[in-house]
């Protein structure tokens, strides 16, 4: 299925979609994403880590991990795991 058009102009600026109604530190807002559903969130610094990206994936804060590794996930939360 497609994503709609303001997810992919999200992704195209390495933005990611967030849950949140606010991006945490060092994202700032860029536009929205899922049909206006969630926040593009885009890095300022350039030199951020997105789990999935880094190799991890993202689990909720009840799971516990092997290993925790540094990445942001798109839920408040929810960690990354290797």
Do not use: M
Not at 61 to 74: A, D, M
């Amino acid at each position: 299925p497609a994503l709609p058009r303001d997810t992919l102009h999200c992704l195209e600026y390495h933005g990611y979609c967030f849950h949140l109604k606010s991006c945490p530190e060092p994202f700032a807002a860029f536009g929205t994403c899922y049909r206006r559903r969630r926040t593009c969130c885009v890095d300022t610094t350039s030199n951020f880590h997105i789990c999935q990206v880094e190799g991890g994936h993202c689990v909720p804060p009840e799971i516990r991990c092997l290993q925790e590794q540094e990445g942001l996930c798109p839920r408040r939360g929810w960690k990354c795991c290797t």
